[in-house]
């Protein structure tokens, strides 16, 4: 998924303020440098290291890139 994509899926702005605390958390970037960052910013920059493996309305799942094997193997997907 790209950053663009990502930024589709943000439909609330709470949604937005949390990737921001997610890219300061990681130290991907520092607090003042993410204060002037657009929203699609953010999300390259969230995108660069997470992967997004399930979008709903209200949530976005996401997993670090490095674990996302660590992920496959213990989720199982049961589909028609």
Not at 6 to 28: C, P
Not at 52 to 58: D, I, L, N
Not at 68 to 79: F, Q
């Amino acid at each position: 998924m790209t950053g663009r994509e990502l930024r589709e899926k943000l439909i609330y702005i709470g949604m937005e303020k949390e990737l921001r605390q997610l890219v300061i958390d990681e130290k991907m970037a520092k607090p003042e440098e993410v204060a002037v960052m657009t929203a699609y910013d953010v999300c390259d920059l969230v995108v660069e290291q997470y992967a997004v493996v399930y979008a709903e309305t209200e949530e976005i799942g996401l997993v670090r890139k490095d674990r996302l094997d660590e992920y496959n193997a213990m989720v199982k997907c049961i589909s028609r």
